[in-house]
């Protein structure tokens, strides 16, 4: 009963922000990378219903997230490519597009294996989203002379929502892989917390559709020009 209600929260998460990530095609919308988000939401309710039915089939679910988390980093990676403006930034994340999802493939097929959870790329992978996310917050509001006003920024929102998520999920899976044994107390109650970060990943994803959707409206509004007599 416990894992169906959050599992249902979690569905309704991805539902919400999937929904209102349609705003982006809003005519008022000019961050234009925010439109690639509500195809990727919309796969990823379809990956996690997909991985439900197998679940209960099966039991063995894990190939799917294999594959699916490496789109999420590749997917995660493009966004902060575009939206980060900095051309060395911008050159390395390019680099890690192409070399991670090679690295994560070997990792898969001859490390781990295909039914077991990728925890060492996956946790590279967070961990360098973190660090790219945090080099976006240093040099946007630190470094750049373009003065930026937080509350109009949906890739702060962004940001937040990918270091929380992906700096709880680093600590856990490294600590599945460096720390063996771990109690299975240890491991439900992280379970739970990744879980709760999960909710709030997609709640900022959510924040920053709002939030882009409410002032690129109010930017866009062109007022005519009074005559002059």
Request: hydrophobic share 55%.
């Amino acid at each position: 009963m416990y894992y169906q209600i959050t599992q249902s929260i979690y569905f309704v998460s991805i539902l919400v922000a999937f929904l209102t990530s349609l705003t982006a095609y809003s005519r008022f919308n000019k961050t234009t990378y925010l439109k690639y988000f509500a195809p990727f939401l919309l796969i990823t309710l379809g990956v996690e219903v997909a991985a439900k039915i197998i679940e209960e089939k099966s039991g063995n679910n894990q190939f799917l997230f294999n594959f699916f988390s490496v789109l999420g980093f590749l997917f995660y990676f493009f966004i902060l490519y575009k939206g980060i403006t900095n051309l060395v930034m911008k050159r390395i994340i390019l680099g890690l597009i192409i070399i991670y999802p090679l690295f994560a493939s070997y990792i898969i097929f001859f490390v781990q294996g295909v039914y077991v959870f990728h925890t060492i790329s996956f946790g590279i992978g967070a961990l360098l989203i973190v660090l790219i996310c945090i080099y976006y917050f240093k040099w946007q509001f630190f470094e750049t002379p373009i003065e930026v006003d937080i509350k109009r920024d949906p890739l702060v929102f962004i940001c937040l929502g990918l270091v929380l998520f992906h700096s709880i999920t680093f600590t856990y899976f490294s600590g599945i892989h460096l720390f063996k044994g771990l109690s299975a107390s240890f491991v439900r109650n992280m379970t739970l917390v990744c879980m709760v970060c999960n909710y709030a990943l997609y709640a900022f994803f959510t924040v920053a559709f709002l939030v882009n959707h409410k002032y690129s409206k109010i930017e866009f509004v062109e007022f005519p020009e009074i005559p002059k007599f």
